[in-house]
């Protein structure tokens, strides 16, 4: 895991801005302490005495013995060894541990972390390392450790990443050590030569970094994005730099706010650090790219910090109440945590210059969080107490439903290319977005699903169901049904129709699907031989079903005009004549109007054509059916049927129909759309009674969600 000594983008320079530099002395004052050697001082070696400093500020009590025998060990181990920068190796390790302890991590992180380069560059074994630290040391030791190129090839890279991504399912600790690794890499990237850099900064941006977002650790992931846009764009970094160091000296804007702010909360009687964040350099050139330009209010945010998380709200209050707020801005990611944990509130505020302020509001701990993300939470598998976990289980708070969703399709991806490339297109979906999901039925047992920003109703179906997600022919989203490729939203409920005898998916479904795992199986499903027979997904696509059909009429006791319904109008000698447009029938309320020759057209009332005679000044006659009104007549309606696409639907449809002893005038099925197909039939009932059950049946048909009366008839 080495890399080196000088940084093409300045790190230090680069951090300047972020805070960092007293990490940097820390870590040229553990280089000089091991230049020197591991000559103990009050029984700590010298080169561990700032790492041990940090590292009691966060945990008090921690055991500092075991620290200072992996450092004995590394030591040795790597003595002789020099980094590219000429460095001794151990400097790196030393480093590595250094930016944990920084960030809080546990004894038991930092001493896997010293020793994470040992297995894979000296003669320690991992056995060695099991004996003398125990199993979760050589278990984390082991998820860092790269695999061999001369074993794998050029599969070495991916298959590496792989192992990590197991071995964090079970430990994100690993992968903490990796960023941290990569940190440090990345800051002394300099030496290597300028395609190599830019290989390892590639590989930075696409996996590193969108892992680091995921765990919530921002600390490691700005950093990394200033040191990867140094290395793959430095003419817009420096340009970025730039346009930063020209605010230097100039009154800022954001000081004059916080100021305000402090002396408001002050006033409230609310205990609460405001503080002037900067932003990183990769977010100022985002800001530039947005808005064209940058002032000197976009260098940074205002960071409020409180005890409580009732304090958070109560600052929100005082700064709408006292500025004014940019209410578009407003984001509560209190009571809805982001899925890596992350907990604030957002606001804008205006200052009395105009100047706007992005505003963040948080508690310590929340503070703590946002910057460490899982690391923060310390060993998040030791049992309360001291005591035993039941039946040997460990809850694991950290475990991501995007963690989850990546270990599952890996397994099923056992080439390493095609695996890399859905990693690198996993992790490119910037957010991840909570769906709460239903099974069989809309009010039955479910659970909530994580997906990508974008993810569709395809997606939500493989990640709740894996292969069995192929019977799946549609969705309701909040109630309402939709397409399978209909985008999901965060906070959506949605319910997923299965049908057993579904025709599996057709080729369609992969221009929706966004996430490897929904990918990967409906490429398996279409690519399986079925006997030399057409794969039901394609025979789903056969002309007929999916295009309009033609007029279908059918044998039936009436093939001509149906016979209407007996309607009076409040118009005497008036020929009544039911409108086409929306085919009324008994007990329809209905309405008329006088067209010409004497004649009154009767329409129902919710016809849309009513609406526009009424705003037209035209006046209506009154229309009643005659008698009872409710029956006894046959009549002629038009239903619109909307269905999942499917094999026999035409006909299944249609034995319904006729099962309720109604004839078919006229039928037209168009071309489906996202799995959708309208059928439009204008029908013959013997009896306007029969409307209601005739439509119950129609809905009964597999496949088919709704049956409603059409806005238009189709004549024969």
């Not at 964090?168 to 990796?178: E, H, L, Q, W, Y």
Request: aromatic share 4%; proline share 8%.
């Amino acid at each position: 895991m080495s890399a080196e000594a000088t940084n093409p983008g300045n790190p230090e320079a680069a951090g300047r801005r972020r805070g960092t530099r007293p990490a940097l002395r820390g870590l040229r004052r553990i280089g000089r302490a091991a230049l020197l050697g591991p000559a103990p001082r009050d029984g700590l070696p010298d080169a561990l005495e700032h790492v041990a400093k940090v590292h009691r500020h966060h945990h008090p009590d921690a055991d500092l013995d075991i620290l200072s025998k992996a450092y004995a060990l590394a030591e040795s181990s790597h003595r002789g060894q020099t980094r590219k920068s000429g460095e001794p190796y151990i400097t790196h390790p030393l480093a590595v541990t250094l930016i944990l302890a920084e960030l809080g991590a546990e004894t038991t992180t930092l001493t896997a972390s010293l020793l994470h380069d040992t297995v894979e560059d000296t003669e320690v074994t991992l056995d060695q390392v099991g004996a003398e630290f125990g199993e979760e040391v050589r278990y984390l030791v082991d998820g860092v450790t790269k695999l061999a190129k001369v074993d794998y090839g050029a599969a070495a890279e991916p298959e590496t990443f792989r192992k990590m991504l197991v071995a964090t399912g079970n430990d994100v600790r690993v992968m903490s050590i990796k960023l941290a690794d990569r940190l440090h890499n990345m800051r002394t990237l300099g030496v290597m030569r300028p395609e190599k850099q830019a290989r390892i900064a590639g590989v930075t941006r696409d996996v590193l970094i969108p892992l680091a977002e995921r765990l919530g650790v921002q600390a490691l992931k700005t950093e990394l994005e200033d040191l990867v846009f140094a290395v793959l764009h430095p003419e817009e970094y420096a340009a970025t730099r730039r346009l930063v160091a020209s605010y230097a000296g100039r009154p800022d804007p954001l000081a004059a706010i916080a100021r305000r702010a402090r002396a408001v909360l002050a006033d409230a009687g609310i205990d609460a650090q405001v503080l002037v964040r900067p932003r990183h350099f990769v977010s100022v050139h985002r800001v530039l790219l947005a808005r064209g330009r940058v002032t000197g209010a976009d260098l940074g945010r205002l960071l409020v910090l409180v005890t409580e998380d009732a304090d958070c709200y109560a600052v929100l209050g005082e700064l709408h109440t006292c500025f004014t707020p940019v209410v578009s801005e407003f984001k509560d990611f209190i009571a809805a945590p982001k899925f890596n944990l992350y907990q604030s509130l957002h606001t804008a505020v205006t200052g009395g210059t105009g100047d706007v302020a992005e505003t963040l509001i948080r508690t310590h701990r929340m503070h703590r969080v946002a910057e460490a993300g899982v690391i923060a939470l310390g060993n998040p598998y030791a049992p309360p107490d001291g005591a035993e976990a039941p039946d040997g289980e460990r809850a694991d708070p950290t475990r991501p439903g995007w963690l989850d969703r990546l270990l599952e399709w890996q397994r099923t991806t056992p080439d390493p290319d095609t695996f890399w490339t859905s990693l690198r297109d996993d992790l490119a979906q910037d957010r991840e977005i909570t769906v709460f999901c239903a099974d069989a039925a809309p009010d039955g047992p479910g659970g909530t699903v994580g997906l990508p920003a974008g993810a569709s109703c395809v997606d939500a179906a493989y990640a709740r169901h894996g292969e069995a997600a192929h019977c799946c022919i549609g969705a309701r989203i909040n109630g309402r049904l939709a397409a399978l490729g209909t985008v999901l939203h965060d906070g959506d409920r949605l319910h997923l129709l299965m049908a057993p005898d579904a025709a599996g998916p057709s080729p369609e479904w992969l221009e929706h699907a966004r996430t490897p795992a929904a990918r990967l199986a409906i490429s398996r499903w279409l690519a399986r031989p079925r006997d030399g027979a057409e794969p039901p997904a394609a025979a789903a696509g056969r002309p007929g079903e999916q295009r309009r059909a033609p007029a279908h009429r059918p044998a039936g006791p009436d093939r001509g005009p149906a016979a209407a319904p007996l309607v009076v109008a409040d118009l005497p000698g008036a020929t009544v004549r039911l409108a086409g447009c929306c085919t009324p029938v008994p007990p329809d309320t209905v309405t008329g109007f006088p067209v010409r020759g004497g004649t009154v057209t009767v329409h129902r009332a919710l016809c849309p054509a009513v609406a526009r005679m009424a705003a037209m000044g035209r006046q209506p006659v009154g229309v009643r059916w005659r008698g009872a009104g409710t029956g006894g007549h046959g009549c002629r309606v038009t239903l619109l049927a909307e269905a999942f696409s499917r094999p026999h639907l035409l006909p299944d449809l249609t034995e319904a129909i006729a099962a309720q002893g109604a004839a078919v005038v006229s039928a037209a099925v168009e071309p489906p759309h996202e799995q959708l197909v309208r059928h439009t039939y204008t029908l013959h009932l013997p009896d306007a009674d029969g409307l209601p059950s005739l439509m119950r049946a129609m809905r009964q048909v597999p496949g088919v969600f709704d049956v409603v009366r059409a806005a238009a008839a189709v004549r024969s």
